[in-house]
C-alpha cells in the first residue's frame, strides 16, 4: 500500500517525499469498515483539523513506518 500511496504521489507531481504522511486509522475511530492508505501532501500545509485527524500528536492516526515496527518486533499493531 505504501508503494501505491508513493506512485500516486508521483503521479501528481509530488516531489518533496519528505513532506507527506501516509497512514491509517486506528480502531474503534475507523469510518470506514475496510482498510485504506491516507496519503497526505504537502504535510506542512494541513490544516488544524486535519492536523487533529492525521498528525504527529493525533490519537486515532498510525504511520506507515509505525505500523510496520510494531507488526516486526510485536507481531501486531496496538
Do not use: C
Not at 491516507?38 to 483539523?49: D, E, F, K, L, T
Not at 492525521?54 to 510494531?70: A, E, H, M, N, R
Amino acid at each position: 500500500m505504501e508503494e501505491m500511496g508513493r506512485s500516486v504521489l508521483q503521479k501528481k507531481k509530488v516531489t518533496d517525499l519528505d513532506d507527506i504522511r501516509m497512514g491509517f486509522h486506528m480502531p474503534p475511530f475507523s469510518s470506514v469498515p475496510h482498510l485504506h492508505l491516507h496519503v497526505i501532501a504537502p504535510a506542512s500545509q494541513m490544516s488544524i483539523r486535519s492536523l487533529r485527524n492525521y498528525g504527529p500528536q493525533s490519537y486515532w492516526f498510525i504511520t506507515v513506518d509505525k505500523v510496520l515496527q510494531q507488526l516486526r518486533t510485536q507481531n501486531q499493531v496496538k
